[in-house]
């Protein structure tokens, strides 16, 4: 199984370019997430979904968006990059209505904001 | 969402067994308690959750006290592989929403 995979590993942006962060997982779960990470900081939620079409925002939603059209995608859309979006940034999914809360992530994508 | 509190970090040495507490005062009734573990450029790791008394599994134990305010994540004989950041959340059953606090750095020495 492949798992999550995050596409790309790396990224240079200048300000106010746009992107989309491809995230796909083959283990047909229905809870996805997605998360950003400062150096030397725990992750921060930014969106997250319960199922195909449906999304809620998470700690620090400003400047992005998602959409979950199918079960095994959630794209992660930057509109007008900024500094302050310089992260690296972690899909995950998991399969909540198993009582579980294990989440399987993928390896992240390292954005820069020039 | 129940606010946890950890330690920024802890120091051990290699086949110590390290105990990382965590606090969760204000945890609800059918709130999980999860840890996990991420290495530096990795995604963070399930390692073990649980709701009440003891769970262990090959890595790790997890203790529980009764009145679920805190848990306490054990790592036996750690060795050198196991320096890492480590995350406690609580996780509301209702909505499997993860929220990653700060964690704790744990730095194995030789």
């Known amino acids: 199984n492949a798992g999550v995979t995050q596409t790309p590993k790396f990224r240079i942006l200048k300000i106010g370019q746009s992107m989309t962060l491809q995230c796909a997982q083959d283990?047909?779960?229905?809870?996805m997430y997605w998360y950003r990470q400062d150096p030397g900081m725990g992750l921060k939620l930014i969106y997250y979904?319960?199922?195909?079409?449906?999304?809620d925002k998470g700690e620090v939603p400003n400047g992005y968006n998602v959409s979950r059209s199918t079960t095994e995608d959630f794209p992660l859309r930057l509109e007008l990059a900024a500094p302050s979006q310089t992260s690296v940034y972690f899909c995950?999914?998991?399969?909540?209505?198993?009582?579980?809360?294990?989440?399987?992530f993928g390896q992240g994508t390292r954005l820069t904001v020039v | 969402l129940a606010k946890t509190t950890q330690p920024i970090s802890m120091d051990s040495y290699e086949g110590q067994e390290v105990n990382i507490t965590c606090s969760h005062n204000?945890?609800?009734?059918?709130?999980?308690i999860t840890w996990y573990q991420q290495f530096p450029s990795q995604g963070p790791r399930f390692i073990i959750q649980?709701?009440?008394t003891k769970v262990t599994n090959e890595v790790a134990s997890l203790f529980i006290p009764a009145d679920r305010k805190s848990s306490t994540l054990s790592l036996p004989r750690v060795s050198l592989s196991d320096t890492a950041v480590y995350y406690c959340?609580?996780?509301?059953?209702?909505?499997?929403?993860?929220?990653f606090g700060a964690g704790t750095t744990v730095t194995v020495r030789a």
């Open positions: 979904s319960v199922g195909a079409g449906i999304t």
């Open positions: 995950a999914s998991s399969q909540a209505d198993r009582g579980t809360t294990e989440a399987f």
């Open positions: 649980g709701y009440k």
């Open positions: 959340l609580v996780v509301p059953a209702n909505d499997y929403k993860l929220s």
């Open positions: 204000n945890i609800a009734t059918n709130d999980y």
């Open positions: 283990m047909n779960h229905n809870y």
